[in-house]
């Protein structure tokens, strides 16, 4: 949950349009080595020359944050990226130097959405330091020492849009995808040590942690609006009050606030996808957004049904298939033909979420120059996201021990920048 403003995609001088740049975010927990225990230790990681507690620190291409919780730190692009390609490089260039800094702490970073053993009652450690009253108001509304705000690590990938015109056109496209998103990305199968019986557990906590307040999440997949002035009417001002009478020094009152699935940024004119559970290593992440990227192009450039089609799907249906993709990822049978046809997919009956993805990808992607990226998405695509190639490794009663060692191997994955196939660890 990243609630600080970064720089905006565009600027006076320069105006980014669509898929023009991208911003992208990864979120890491920091674990001890030998228990794979949370360590609440990313305060060490960012601080400023004088030794002074920061919310960020630079490196050039790539930046350092903090997070809510005290065992996860953020990596992000500092500024837009003017592509994806070979992005994945410079991710894990910075997750390896971290990873060296944490040897003298006896840990290291630890991948996927959710904690497969964190209690976060007992260990949750909340950031102490610049910007902590954001943090300190969330916790007093909401009591951040549950799995829907203390354990669950993501990627986020920031779009812009030039006008509202553009913003419309995105956001249509967006909302389409959502749904889908799942299926290519979950990877928390496993919570308080047992398998959850959902393929993306991260996201099923994550959509009830502000159960309280419903206006700030909504249905997860955003509601059907597609100018700025009818998006703050209808989703930020409605957001804004119901949150009000818990928050009386207004410090909520801000667009990161948004839970949806897909939030708009109007102060930097851009949109953040939330909903990408984070992978084994930035190369599978890197493959997901590049298979992501490149349908939401395609729909927003009108590739198979024009953009008012796409605007009349209400985000109930949508949300009802987020939902089935979240338990069962691939295998999510879908029901509705009109759904495929805005993607160009004939289909007689019972397709699969996993058939459509392959037709996508074959449909939209070119990456015979980017072969560990071919690779990456191949085994999601075969073998399954990494939940399911978690579960394969692991069976369906595993014992603390099993998962600790199949972790483990992913932290592994991590470090190696390696793709996970549980026949053949990293």
């Known amino acids: 949950m990243t609630t600080k403003t970064l720089e905006p995609m565009g600027s006076a001088a320069k105006t980014l349009h669509l898929f023009e740049a991208y911003g992208v975010e990864m979120e890491y927990m920091i674990v001890d080595r030998d228990t794979l225990r949370v360590k609440p230790i990313s305060d060490k990681l960012i601080y400023d020359e004088v030794g002074a507690y920061v919310s960020d620190v630079e490196f050039g291409e790539i930046a350092w944050s903090n997070e809510l919780v005290l065992h996860v730190i953020e990596l992000k692009t500092q500024e837009p990226a003017s592509s994806l390609l070979g992005l994945e490089h410079s991710f894990q260039q910075h997750v390896r130097h971290i990873n060296q800094l944490l040897e003298k702490h006896n840990a290291m970073l630890l991948p996927t959405g959710a904690h497969p053993l964190m209690n976060p009652h007992e260990e949750t450690r909340l950031w102490l330091h610049e910007h902590n009253v954001v943090y300190e108001a969330y916790n007093r509304i909401f009591d951040c020492r549950g799995h829907g705000w203390a354990n669950l690590q993501s990627t986020h990938l920031n779009l812009p849009f030039g006008n509202d015109e553009e913003f419309g056109k995105l956001h249509a496209a967006i909302r389409m995808v959502l749904p889908l998103i799942p299926a290519l990305a979950a990877s928390s199968p496993i919570l308080d040590g047992k398998v ?95 298979a992501v990227v490149a349908v939401m192009q395609a729909l927003a450039s009108e590739r198979w049904v024009n953009i008012e089609e796409l605007k009349k799907w209400d985000e109930h249906k949508l949300s009802d298939l987020l939902l089935r993709v979240i338990r069962s990822g691939q295998e999510t049978i879908i029901t509705d033909q009109e759904f495929n046809r805005c993607f160009g997919f004939e289909c007689l009956e019972n397709c699969t979420v996993g058939e459509l993805w392959k037709h996508l990808v074959q449909e939209t992607l070119e990456l015979e120059d980017q072969p560990d990226v071919a690779y990456a998405l191949n085994v999601i695509l075969s073998r399954g996201c990494l939940a399911k190639r978690i579960l394969d490794a692991l069976g369906e009663n595993p014992s603390e021990a099993a998962i600790k060692n199949v972790y483990a191997g992913l932290a592994r994955c991590l470090q190696q920048g390696d793709v996970f196939i549980p026949e053949k660890p990293c």
Request: charged letters at 25%; aromatic letters at 8%.
């Open 196 to 290: 959850s019986g959902l393929l993306d557990t991260r996201l099923e906590v994550y959509r009830h942690n502000q159960h309280k307040i419903p206006a700030i999440a909504g249905k997860v997949v955003p509601e059907a609006v597609f100018t700025k002035q009818d998006y703050e009417k209808q989703i930020l001002q409605k957001m804004y009050s119901a949150v009000a009478p818990y928050d009386a020094e207004g410090v909520l009152q801000e667009e990161f606030l948004n839970s949806r699935g897909a939030i708009a940024r109007f102060d930097r004119n851009a949109i953040e996808i939330r909903l990408i559970d984070i992978q084994e290593s930035p190369l599978a992440d890197l493959a997901v957004l590049q």
